[in-house]
C-alpha cells in the first residue's frame, strides 16, 4: 500500500494566521482527500484533490478557508487559512492507491491560541 | 443521504473477552464497508474491507466483519480481546454513486481491562 508523509506533525498557531499542511505520497495516485477531525469526534471529508483540476469541496467547506493545491501525482497541500480557535483539530490526508485501498496519513494536529 | 451508525460510542471488554463492535448502514443497495483503527496520536490503519466478495471478511490483528444485508450490519468481531486493541475503531462506507468518498461512523473507542 502506499506510504504518506504528512507534515508537519502538529502546531500551534495564532488566531488570524494560515498554516499549510503538505502531503507526499510515495507512489503516484489519481484521488486525494482532505479531512478534519475535530476532538474527540470522527472524521469528515473536507474536500477531493485530483491532479490537474479544481479541488471539489464538501458542503460547509470553502475554498478561501480551505485552499488545496495539487501540483502533480504525488502532492498536495492544504492550507487552513485566517485561523480561529474552532479549527484546533486534526487535519489528515488520504490517498486511494488501490482499488478501495485507503492509506491515510498520520495526520497533523493543529491547537489554535 | 448514506451513512453508518456506531452502536456505543464506549466499549470495554476484559483481556481475553470476544469484542464485539456494531456497524450499520442506511442503505438499500449494499455499499462498500470498511473498519478502520486509530491508536492514540496516529493515523487511521484499515483493517478490513467489503466490497461484495465473500460476505464473512477477515483482517489484520485477528479482527473479521460479516456483512448481514438483511440486518444492514457490519459488527467487528474478535474472539480474544488483547490490551494491544485498545483504540479507536471506525465503521465507513462509499455509499452508492459516492465517488469513492469514505463516510465515516462516529467512532467506537474499545478500552481492554486486565
Known amino acids: 500500500s502506499a506510504v504518506i508523509s504528512q507534515k508537519p506533525s502538529r502546531d500551534i498557531c495564532q488566531r488570524g494566521t494560515s498554516l499549510t499542511i503538505q502531503c507526499q505520497v510515495d507512489?503516484?495516485?489519481?484521488?486525494m482527500f482532505w479531512y478534519r477531525q475535530q476532538p474527540g469526534q470522527s472524521l469528515t471529508l473536507i474536500a477531493t484533490a485530483n491532479q490537474g483540476s479544481e479541488a471539489t469541496y464538501e458542503s460547509g467547506f470553502v475554498i478561501d478557508k480551505f485552499p488545496i493545491s495539487r501540483p502533480n501525482l504525488t502532492f498536495s497541500t492544504l492550507t487552513v487559512s485566517n485561523m480561529s480557535p474552532e479549527d484546533s483539530s486534526i487535519y489528515l490526508c488520504?490517498?486511494?492507491?488501490?482499488?478501495?485501498?485507503?492509506?491515510f496519513g498520520s495526520g497533523t494536529r493543529l491547537t489554535v491560541v | 443521504a448514506q451513512s453508518v451508525t456506531q452502536l456505543g460510542s464506549h466499549v470495554s471488554v476484559s483481556e481475553g473477552a470476544l469484542v464485539l463492535l456494531r456497524c450499520n448502514y442506511s442503505?438499500?443497495?449494499?455499499?462498500?464497508l470498511f473498519w478502520y483503527v486509530q491508536y492514540p496520536n496516529q493515523g487511521l490503519q484499515l483493517l478490513l474491507k467489503?466490497?461484495?466478495?465473500?460476505?464473512l471478511v477477515k483482517g489484520i490483528n485477528g479482527f473479521e466483519a460479516e456483512f448481514k444485508k438483511s440486518e444492514t450490519s457490519f459488527h467487528l468481531t474478535k474472539p480474544s480481546a488483547h490490551m494491544s486493541d485498545a483504540a479507536e475503531y471506525f465503521c465507513?462506507?462509499?455509499?452508492?454513486?459516492?465517488?469513492?468518498?469514505?463516510?465515516f461512523g462516529a467512532g467506537t473507542r474499545l478500552a481492554v481491562h486486565p
Open positions: 467489503y466490497t461484495s466478495a465473500a460476505t
Open positions: 442503505s438499500s443497495v449494499p455499499p462498500y
Open positions: 465507513a462506507v462509499i455509499p452508492t454513486g459516492g465517488y469513492n468518498k469514505l463516510i
Open positions: 507512489s503516484q495516485v489519481t484521488m
Open positions: 488520504s490517498v486511494e492507491a488501490e482499488v478501495f485501498g485507503y492509506t
